[in-house]
């Protein structure tokens, strides 16, 4: 089982990336997954996540500007990210908890600077 996890990049202050994450492989149930990120000299912090009905839950620092969604029929969990600052510069990372089973992608980075 693999976290394939796209989207990262170099945006202006004020500007918006979308994250995406996909399981695949031999996978029966796909229950929470969540986001999260880990800035230079900073623990991993959660971001956001999102259980398997829809149930999500934010860090207060995103609230009102990220936004995260799923699709069970493909395994993936999405982070739309808006009004961005320089403070949410960091490696972004998903997660999954895959047949009971704690899975990690492998880190996108988000540099937001002018």
């Known amino acids: 089982v693999q976290l394939q996890a796209s989207g990262g990049g170099l945006v202006q202050p004020g500007g918006s990336l979308r994250l995406s994450c996909a399981a695949s492989?031999?996978?029966?149930?796909?229950?929470?997954m969540a986001w999260y990120r880990q800035a230079p000299g900073n623990q991993r912090e959660l971001v956001a996540s999102?259980?398997?009905?829809?149930?999500?839950y934010y860090t207060d620092s995103v609230k009102g500007r990220f936004t995260i969604s799923r699709d069970n029929a493909k395994n993936a969990v999405y982070l739309q990210m808006n009004s961005l600052k320089s403070e949410d510069t960091a490696v972004y990372y998903c997660?999954?908890?895959?047949?009971?089973?704690?899975?990690w992608g492998q880190g996108t980075q988000v540099t937001v600077s002018s």
């Open positions: 997660n999954a908890n895959v047949d009971l089973v704690s899975r």
């Open positions: 492989g031999r996978i029966f149930s796909v229950n929470g």
């Open positions: 999102i259980s398997r009905s829809g149930a999500t």
